[in-house]
């Protein structure tokens, strides 16, 4: 059996662009994240113990995402380097990162990145 923990759709607002201006206004940003991890002990216990706090990982997510960089790449990477290293039973990540409306002249809802891990 497969377990996983899921952050879907996770809106937060934050300072990431190669361009200064991006950094300095801003933009909103959509955060989909899928841990594998084998959850079986908690599916017994009911124990918080036995399983990964999905309200820490939020933490952790916004944490990370409150550090302005300039490609979403370096953001997505740093998120997935703070999960692993306090989290070592993760087995798999998969975190899509993507800008609202990027400064680019295309009509478009967002340019995103996706790092399977």
């Not at 801003?26 to 999905?54: F, P, W």
């Not at 692993?84 to 400064?103: C, M």
Request: glycine share 4%.
């Amino acid at each position: 059996m497969e377990t996983y923990i899921l952050l879907e759709n996770v809106r937060l607002y934050a300072y990431h662009g190669v361009g200064e201006q991006e950094r300095i206004v801003g933009n909103h940003y959509l955060i989909n994240l899928k841990i594998k991890i084998n959850v079986m002990d908690a599916v017994r216990s009911d124990s918080l113990e036995d399983t990964i706090s999905y309200a820490d990982v939020f933490e952790m997510v916004k944490k990370e995402m409150a550090i302005p960089s300039k490609l979403l790449e370096h953001v997505a990477g740093r998120i997935i380097s703070a999960l692993r290293k306090t989290y070592p039973a993760i087995e798999n990540i998969e975190l899509k990162l993507s800008k609202n409306n990027p400064p680019m002249g295309a009509d478009m809802d967002y340019a995103s990145v996706l790092i399977i891990d």
